[in-house]
């Protein structure tokens, strides 16, 4: 559940202060995480009870669903991470909740709850496969509420609800480029949703499917890509542009370029943003994409060298070598095409790279030789039936998370 909704403070939210070992629930600043080291616990708990006391208000809860301290905890929290922001006599809250290491993607509550368009993730993450998404590299925005501190009870102005928002999502945005989240799943009503587009742009805001209940009245999943709203809000020469320019002046010096894609490192030097930078020779060594290179490429000059020993063989080791180390790439990209692309006669083309590529250096092997003993023929065949049950494995697993994705629940 992700909608704004505020009410007024209740008495579940005041107690809360007055368990034994809580201190004031004063914070140094207006807003603060669950992951700061000396005032993490203390925001937890203001946030836990912000949601308690405004799901009870709205009656997405009852009194017996509450713990023996009279807070709502559900099976998200121990995977949680929550933001709290103090302003303009209000307390508002907001949690991001991180996927599991064993469900990932589904393993956060709009993937369980809603049916979600697995192509529209792909696109929105920037992936080619739904398995290539890890479990840190998602996570799911929900829980924004508030709650005032005067005991009025009536709504705040659309313009307060817009900065308390801008507030929490803005923090968020910081710990996900620190952390390199590739994508944000949320399931907002179409108030919020109205917010969202304002403060990041409605291209931005990815619709994975219909809305539905979930907690509450109808909300709608939607995806979001971090990086790609820093961008578009650097990119922005409107009025709305440049203050959005400004508060991620304000949050962003300092963030890591561990997880940064180039363009969006580019666009933030662009801008005077500070960085923490990490060495050159640090990022290749961590870099995905160049260990999957590496990895192919080392497996393929270590596959050939053994054929040196082999008397059958007649032909050029170093050729052979040559061959299995220069379709690797061909190889790689065919995959990727054959798994990721939108046209059918891409999808075909990529395919027959891939196969084409794969045969390649087996083809000249058997080529060059004969009468080769039974365990080389084994020793070749099991190489083809590791990497096609590997492939097989690969596109089932992909084929088991978009039906889950798909599932109505």
């Known amino acids: 559940m992700n909608e704004y909704i505020e009410t007024s403070s209740l008495p579940h939210y005041s107690s809360v202060d007055e368990t034994d070992d809580a201190p004031s629930l004063t914070l140094p600043s207006e807003i603060m995480s669950s992951s700061d080291p000396t005032y993490g616990s203390r925001v937890r708990r203001i946030a836990q009870a912000i949601h308690t006391e405004v799901y009870l208000a709205n009656r997405f809860i009852s009194e017996d669903q509450l713990d023996p301290e009279g807070v709502f905890i559900d099976e998200y929290s121990s995977r949680s991470d929550y933001v709290v922001s103090e302003k303009d006599n209000r307390r508002s809250a907001c949690r991001y909740i991180h996927a599991s290491k064993k469900g990932g993607i589904l393993s956060l509550p709009t993937a369980q709850h809603f049916s979600v368009n697995p192509q529209i993730i792909k696109e929105a993450a920037g992936i080619h496969r739904l398995s290539?998404?890890?479990?840190?590299?998602?996570?799911?925005?929900?829980?924004?509420?508030?709650?005032?501190?005067?005991?009025?009870?009536?709504?705040?102005?659309?313009?307060?609800?817009?900065?308390?928002?801008?507030?929490?999502?803005?923090?968020?945005?910081?710990?996900?480029?620190?952390?390199g989240h590739k994508l944000w799943l949320l399931n907002t009503d179409k108030y919020l949703l109205r917010s969202l587009e304002l403060l990041i742009g409605k291209e931005q805001i990815h619709r994975l499917g219909e809305e539905a209940e979930y907690m509450g009245p109808p909300t709608i999943p939607v995806a979001i890509n971090p990086q790609d709203v820093v961008r578009a809000a650097f990119a922005d020469t409107t009025n709305f542009g440049v203050m959005k320019q400004q508060y991620l002046r304000e949050e962003l010096p300092g963030v890591s370029t561990k997880y940064l894609s180039n363009e969006t490192k580019a666009v933030l030097i662009e801008n005077n943003i500070e960085l923490n930078e990490e060495s050159?020779?640090?990022?290749?060594?961590?870099?995905?994409?160049?260990?999957?290179?590496?990895a192919i490429i080392g497996y393929s000059s270590l596959r050939a060298l053994p054929t040196a020993g082999v008397e059958e063989f007649h032909g050029s080791v170093p050729l052979l070598w040559g061959i299995d180390v220069g379709t690797a790439v061909p190889y790689t990209w065919g995959l990727i095409e054959t798994v990721a692309a939108k046209k059918i006669s891409r999808r075909v083309a990529g395919g027959a790279v891939a196969a084409g590529s794969f045969v390649a250096p087996y083809a000249y092997f058997w080529a060059e030789g004969q009468d080769y003993p039974p365990y080389i023929n084994a020793i070749a065949g099991g190489l083809i039936g590791l990497a096609t049950t590997l492939e097989i494995s690969k596109v089932r697993r992909d084929t088991k998370i978009a039906r889950s994705l798909q599932a109505t629940p």
């Open 280 to 294: 050159k020779m640090k990022r290749l060594l961590t870099n995905r994409r160049v260990l999957a290179y590496t």
């Open 132 to 179: 290539d998404l890890k479990p840190r590299e998602v996570i799911e925005v929900s829980g924004l509420a508030s709650v005032r501190l005067d005991g009025e009870t009536e709504y705040s102005s659309q313009s307060s609800k817009l900065d308390a928002t801008r507030l929490l999502y803005a923090s968020i945005l910081r710990h996900s480029l620190d952390g």
